[in-house]
């Protein structure tokens, strides 16, 4: 019996030496998770926070800025063709003008007279070309019958071509006559916006090379603008046409004026054919609607080239990124969220966010802020910025 108790007791007291070696053990390994979490907490607390933007290809349009000027498509200066005294002006001051407007009348009383002479002589021609025409045939008929001699019948031919040339003759000096006296009364080759008028009724004005000028006229309906482009953005966009297979130039220009913000929307209209060596520069022409007649020859204007089709491309902020001499560099956060120099090649500006040629990829975490506090292989707790997210957006 008193056996069989101390085993029972021996038992119990195994089972409680168990039981506090399995308590003592959790009670180390919740002291150690403890520990653990308590310098995790720590190393976040010492870790500076830094708003960051992950990089995203981005389907961008290119633009270049440029300075230029506005020039009239058509551009006419109106000259006498006609001598005489201007007896009318047809028109007001910066009158809108059709094409076929009849401007000035420059007194036609001498050139209707020599129509009258003219168209006479024309009639005299024909009945003198009537007779010979006769008498040739009679003379044909004589020659059939051997009345005459071939020598007669030679000269009754030659006397009805002559006066079939004479017809012609006098036809074409009543049209000449005609032309003269259309040139009496001077018309718009053009449609659009006519100048002052220099000189007013009762002058006399004469035609020739020396003519004087009456007033010129503008064409309003469109508008160019030219400026001047690098040899770069040239053969950028050259080839994009060529690669595009398009046989005109369709690059967009966006116009906006000194003293407007409004945006005008036009096409590049051509290129010059050479390179200026000066300045290494080509001559560029867009073209543009002027419906509502706001824009004038000779305005000064600012112009945005873009690219004939959109590009993919990456983009950050120029915030994030510093200068290192000649230099330009970005900080990244890596997977184990320390911070790493990055050196970049820019390319343009577009809003405020600067194109990576290269030095960046996809889904690169980049610090947008506060690069003078950082230093490579420093620990950080990054945070996604969504400013960044927003300009984005907006672009």
Do not use: C
Request: without cysteine; aromatic residues 6%; proline residues 3%.
């Amino acid at each position: 019996m008193v056996k069989k108790f101390r085993i029972i007791t021996l038992m119990n007291v195994a089972i409680i030496a168990i039981a506090l070696y399995f308590l003592s053990q959790a009670n180390f390994v919740r002291d150690s998770l403890a520990t653990e979490i308590q310098s995790t907490n720590d190393t976040q607390a010492q870790a500076m926070t830094v708003e960051i933007t992950i990089i995203e290809e981005q389907t961008t349009r290119l633009w270049k800025e440029f300075s230029g000027h506005l020039t009239a498509v058509d551009y006419v200066e109106i000259r006498p063709q006609a001598s005489g005294i201007i007896t009318e002006v047809k028109f007001w001051d910066g009158q809108f003008i059709t094409k076929g407007q009849v401007l000035y009348v420059i007194d036609p009383r001498s050139m209707e007279a020599i129509i009258a002479q003219k168209n006479a002589d024309l009639i005299a021609a024909q009945n003198h070309s009537a007779l010979a025409d006769k008498k040739y045939q009679r003379i044909k008929n004589m020659l059939r019958k051997k009345v005459i001699s071939q020598q007669i019948y030679d000269e009754s031919m030659n006397r009805k071509l002559v006066a079939n040339s004479n017809v012609k003759r006098a036809e074409a000096e009543l049209s000449e006559a005609k032309i003269n006296l259309s040139y009496a009364y001077i018309k718009s080759p053009i449609s659009g916006r006519i100048s002052r008028t220099e000189l007013t009724e009762g002058n006399l004005v004469s035609a020739g090379p020396n003519a004087p000028l009456l007033t010129t006229i503008v064409s309003g309906e469109r508008i160019y603008a030219e400026f001047e482009v690098d040899e770069q953005t040239y053969s950028r966009y050259v080839s994009s046409i060529l690669s595009e297979h398009k046989s005109r130039y369709k690059n967009p220009v966006e116009l906006r004026l000194q003293s407007d913000d409004t945006v005008y929307q036009g096409i590049i209209h051509a290129f010059d054919n050479r390179i200026d060596p000066a300045s290494g520069t080509i001559r560029a022409r867009a073209i543009f609607d002027n419906s509502q007649g706001k824009l004038l020859p000779g305005m000064y204007a600012r112009l945005r080239l873009g690219s004939v089709s959109k590009e993919k491309t990456i983009r950050i902020s120029e915030r994030a990124i510093g200068t290192d001499q000649n230099r330009k560099f970005v900080y990244i956060v890596d997977s184990d969220k320390k911070t790493a120099y990055r050196e970049v090649h820019l390319g343009d500006s577009i809003n405020g966010d600067r194109i990576i040629h290269s030095g960046l990829a996809v889904g690169d975490k980049v610090i947008v802020h506060g690069l003078m506090r950082i230093q490579p292989k420093m620990l950080v707790n990054p945070k996604v910025t969504t400013i960044e997210k927003t300009e984005a957006a907006r672009l």
